[in-house]
């Protein structure tokens, strides 16, 4: 990768071993700050590595130190954090610091985590070493897509300016609680859209998961109506001035109308979810059809035919300008495209390359006919299949004998 390198292999490993849990006290203080930022490192890294397609060694050193069932307590703690300590914390009446920056740094740990775990849980053996803590961690997967589907609900998606989370180095070094607050609330939404991929590759496993971790998935959080019920919202599009956007990115993005009719990644990411979970033979056996989880699951249809309807426009739109300026030719481009055929096409060259056709058993002609019993011999017509028995009659019972025998 060359400049693209943050760390070298011996750098990685010693950032990887030292990873440990922090309990919730300890959260900011500066031994959790000097892990945070390694995890930012390890976290570019990977980035790096997956767009490089040159093997990804962040994966593999988590894998083989055991780390995936660190990082996944580590993303529950901050997650729990931010929920019930922050709060408390901004209320403070003596809660007035010089500098916020530290506090971001807890607020943005999360996000952190989540993108790394999002980067590596591509890899099946990643799954696999999670062990327990993917139980864990699907239950954080549903959580988030719970409040993504609620927050929809309410009144769809959040403004653009809401989704430009400010980056550490973009961030003043005081910022008020409450701004802290906001920012905390609408970095959920890009948290929410890490979560439904790390859920989607935990699926792409669903054959050689755990019952326990099934029946999590399928019995205590029903994940296939809550995957149609995030189809039905599709909170990551909207119609902004007239124009389609789709989240994309971490940032709001104008799809142009020759994209359009294509699905969005996290769209694709929820209808594999569901056909890894529908169509597996493990899931099906366990997945319980209740009356409302069979009511959702029949919206499928109808979400699928409301995604044809709206394209129908444009594939009529492309049919007619074809039609006007691909498939309605001058005679002169006509004569020019037939010199162009014939010298492309040259039909000794097509004779030379084309299969050699069967010929008949007896006369050699190009025959279209097959024993139907040895289905050795080719024969033109029946006469010739006829005159040709009494040579063919015997290899013929034999062969058929022998593929009985088998």
Request: proline share 4%.
């Amino acid at each position: 990768m060359g400049d693209l390198e943050l760390l070298l292999p011996g750098e990685a490993a010693v950032l990887v071993r030292g990873l440990r849990s922090f309990p919730l006290r300890e959260i900011g203080s500066g031994g959790w700050n000097q892990q945070h930022e390694n995890l930012e490192k390890l976290n570019m890294q990977a980035i790096l590595d997956a767009t490089a397609s040159q093997g990804e060694p962040i994966q593999e050193l988590l894998v083989t130190h055991g780390k995936i069932p660190t990082l996944v307590e580590e993303l529950i703690a901050v997650e729990m954090w931010k929920q019930k300590v922050f709060p408390v914390l901004c209320r403070l009446e003596d809660f007035k610091p010089q500098n916020t920056f530290p506090i971001y740094m807890v607020v943005h740990h999360e996000a952190s985590i989540i993108n790394l775990l999002e980067t590596v849980f591509f890899h099946k053996e990643v799954c696999e070493s999670a062990e327990d803590t993917v139980l864990d961690l699907i239950d954080y997967c549903h959580r988030k897509l719970t409040l993504l589907v609620a927050r929809s609900s309410r009144g769809g998606p959040p403004e653009e300016e809401e989704c430009q989370s400010s980056t550490p180095m973009q961030l003043e070094h005081h910022v008020a609680p409450q701004e802290l607050q906001k920012q905390a609330e609408l970095m959920e939404f890009e948290i929410a859209s890490k979560a439904l991929s790390v859920l989607r590759y935990i699926t792409d496993c669903v054959d050689s998961l755990s019952l326990s971790t099934l029946n999590r998935m399928l019995s205590t959080h029903d994940l296939p109506c809550l995957l149609v019920e995030l189809l039905e919202h599709n909170p990551w599009s909207r119609r902004e001035g007239g124009k389609l956007q789709q989240f994309e990115g971490g940032r709001w993005q104008t799809v142009a109308p020759s994209e359009q009719q294509k699905l969005s990644k996290l769209d694709g990411q929820v209808w594999i979810a569901l056909y890894n979970l529908l169509l597996s033979h493990e899931a099906r056996a366990r997945y319980c059809f209740t009356s409302f989880a069979k009511g959702q699951l029949l919206k499928i249809p109808e979400i699928w035919e409301r995604l044809e309807r709206e394209n129908r426009g444009k594939w009529q739109a492309i049919a007619k300008y074809q039609l006007r300026h691909v498939f309605s030719p001058s005679e002169q481009d006509l004569r020019l495209q037939a010199r162009r055929w014939a010298e492309t096409y040259r039909l000794d060259v097509l004779e030379a390359i084309a299969p050699e056709r069967p010929r008949c058993a007896y006369c050699s002609a190009v025959a279209s006919k097959r024993c139907s019993r040895c289905q050795n011999e080719w024969y033109c017509c029946r006469e010739c299949q006829v005159k040709h028995w009494e040579k063919h009659g015997k290899a013929c019972v034999l062969a058929a004998q022998g593929d009985r025998a088998k």
